[in-house]
């Protein structure tokens, strides 16, 4: 007679949420993935302990590849390497128990034919390595790769580049951009008029299934802001996917075209027009092919950049990017500031802004498009209006960067400007 299968021993969830966190470390820094877009091939709650797990090692994987080098000889091979760091950052960061912790590093070692033989090592190691806690606390803060602390630094200083990596190792409250009135406990309303929240999960906060509001940092909330009242005005949103901006000149009356070249971006746009009610014409085109039919008032250009002033939320980006995506974006910024510049009315405005951190990607691009094009003019711009410091002020724009408003809890870095054609 057949005996039935013996049944299947359950994973804890403790154990799975690492399992997949190391499947997120792999696609991230082995396959060249987004951590949003890596599959820890988990659901529901685990999933989103091994997203918090995988972010959290990428933000401190320089302390805990440096505590690897005070305890080993050779760095053992890539994936018991990632199972030592999330050990790690899990016992000196997370402050969980060291037990359980090196039991499933051993466990992960285990499961695999390429890291059984290693589990020995792994246990022997990881016992020495979370009973020397002293080690941990001695070693420097995790900074920025070169190519970026570099530029960074020599733009703003020393002494901003410390507080913008203490404020990417803080990670990022959930900002929302309202429509209308809107009251969520336990938000505070910031100057800019962006709510804030500690977190949550957005999907259940009240006013979602209304579209009473969308998430957006502070921070990137501001440059359709500086549009002022653009009730009537011909508005359009040059690299609009996935839509912040568009509905933000939407809600505040403006006529609105939303262009992207990415299609499946665009399916966000519409995604978000439908659930706030609002409207925008939405136009899938390259926007250096593409040309409109009658001038604009106004265009709103959010260049693709990358990113760097987003990494409070994205700790993947530094381990993602190299100085070689800087050069190829920063091409195609200055081309499309020039459609942009192309597109607006005589006397119209053109906002440019990037998320980055580097002045290449911001400030230089406005420099550089004020000496190609006779009578163009910078708009001054007070961030004592918007509740920024001073030192938010450039004679180009406004610069922002994470270590702005410490006190509540920071923003991403942005670079916006106001250009005047003549
Ligand atoms: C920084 S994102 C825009 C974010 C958006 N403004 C928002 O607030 O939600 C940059 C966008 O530029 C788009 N893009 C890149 N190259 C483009 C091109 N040649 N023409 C039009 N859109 C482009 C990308 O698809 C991407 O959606």
């Not at 809107?182 to 977190?199: H, Q």
Request: hydrophobic letters at 45%; a neutral charge; charged letters at 20%.
């Amino acid at each position: 007679m057949s005996q039935p299968p013996a049944a299947r021993r359950e994973i804890p969830e403790s154990l799975s949420a690492r399992m997949g966190a190391i499947r997120l470390l792999s696609h991230v820094l082995r396959d060249g993935r987004m951590l949003g877009d890596g599959a820890s091939g988990l659901t529901g709650p685990a999933a989103a302990r091994a997203l918090r797990l995988a972010g959290l090692v990428l933000r401190h994987m320089g302390q805990a590849d440096a505590m690897m080098k005070v305890h080993m000889d050779r760095q053992p091979a890539a994936k018991v390497r990632d199972i030592l760091r999330l050990a790690l950052v899990e016992v000196f960061v997370d402050g969980a128990a060291a037990h359980g912790v090196v039991n499933d590093a051993v466990a992960m070692a285990r499961m695999s034919p390429r890291t059984v033989k290693q589990s020995g090592l792994v246990n022997a190691v990881l016992r020495k390595m979370v009973d020397d806690r002293s080690a941990w606390d001695a070693l420097p803060a995790p900074a920025l790769p070169g190519w970026l602390r570099g530029p960074v630094a020599k733009a703003f200083g020393k002494d901003r580049i410390v507080g913008i990596e203490a404020a990417h190792l803080a990670g990022a409250p959930l900002d929302l951009t309202p429509q209308r009135p809107t009251e969520i406990d336990g938000a505070t309303v910031l100057p800019t008029g962006s709510l804030r929240l500690s977190g949550g999960q957005v999907s259940t906060l009240p006013g979602f299934e209304s579209g009473d509001w969308w998430v957006q940092d502070a921070a990137a909330a501001m440059p359709a802001r500086l549009l002022g009242d653009v009730t009537g005005l011909r508005v359009l949103d040059l690299c609009a996917a996935p839509g912040g901006k568009t509905m933000q000149l939407a809600a505040g009356g403006a006529n609105v075209t939303a262009l992207d070249v990415s299609g499946k971006r665009l399916r966000r746009v519409h995604q978000n027009l439908e659930r706030t009610g609002l409207q925008a014409e939405v136009i899938e085109a390259d926007a250096l092919e593409w040309s409109p039919e009658e001038p604009f008032d106004a265009v709103l250009l959010d260049a693709p950049c990358t990113a760097t002033g987003t990494i409070r939320r994205h700790p993947d980006l530094p381990h993602l990017r190299t100085s070689r995506d800087v050069e190829a974006l920063t091409k195609l910024q200055y081309q499309l500031l020039d459609r942009a510049l192309a597109f607006v009315r005589p006397g119209g405005r053109v906002v440019y802004c990037t998320c980055s951190l580097l002045p290449v990607e911001g400030e230089n691009q406005v420099a550089a498009a004020l000496k190609r094009h006779d009578g163009l003019t910078v708009e001054p711009l007070d961030p004592a209006a918007f509740g920024l410091p001073e030192i938010a002020a450039s004679a180009l724009g406004l610069r922002l960067l994470p270590d702005l408003w410490p006190d509540r809890g920071g923003m991403d870095g942005f670079f916006m400007s106001v250009l005047k054609r003549a």
